[in-house]
């Protein structure tokens, strides 16, 4: 049985001036097996599956009926892919969503990419990068 591959880490420096760690490939399914090497579960503990999911299909598609109902950013965070688990900070600056959201941009939203700008509004290294996304957030959730 052979040993998961290795990624020499690589950074980026935030307008802050903050370091962050980047993938060395953005494609997939490079980008997934990288977020598995370094992020293998996620805060609760559970393992992501192939896929970068922590969660099946089902419970997935249940996280926006139950956040319409609970408005809870935590619980809707813990579904967050394993790259946005990994690389929170370089989606959290190299993210390519940006206020005001175009509507074709929520149409192709699923539920796993709200959990994913949930994350990131959460858990941002930068103060200033986290109420970016908490905006975000709040202007996608507020037709929910």
């Given at each position: 049985?052979?040993?998961?591959?290795?990624?020499?880490?690589?950074?980026?420096?935030?307008?802050?001036?903050?370091?962050?760690r980047?993938?060395?490939?953005?494609?997939?399914?490079?980008?997934?097996q990288e977020a598995l090497s370094i992020c293998p579960r996620n805060k609760?503990?559970?393992?992501f599956d192939q896929d970068g999911l922590a969660y099946d299909y089902f419970t997935v598609s249940?996280?926006?009926?139950?956040?319409?109902?609970s408005r809870d950013k935590h619980a809707l965070a813990k579904h967050a892919d394993?790259?946005?688990?990994?690389?929170?900070?370089w989606v959290a600056n190299d993210g390519r969503i940006t206020l005001p959201i175009a509507d074709e941009v929520k149409k192709r939203?699923?539920?796993?990419?709200?959990?994913?700008?949930?994350?990131?509004s959460?858990?941002?290294?930068?103060?200033?990068?986290?109420?970016?996304w908490t905006k975000l957030f709040d202007h996608l959730v507020a037709d929910l």
């Open positions: 049985m052979g040993s998961a591959p290795s990624y020499p880490p690589q950074f980026k420096t935030s307008p802050q001036g903050e370091q962050y980047v993938p060395n490939n953005e494609n997939m399914p490079f980008i997934v609760e503990g559970l393992g249940q996280i926006l009926p139950a956040f319409r109902q394993v790259v946005t688990h990994a690389f929170c900070d939203m699923n539920p796993t990419s709200y959990a994913c700008v949930a994350y990131v959460l858990y941002a290294s930068s103060a200033t990068l986290r109420d970016e």
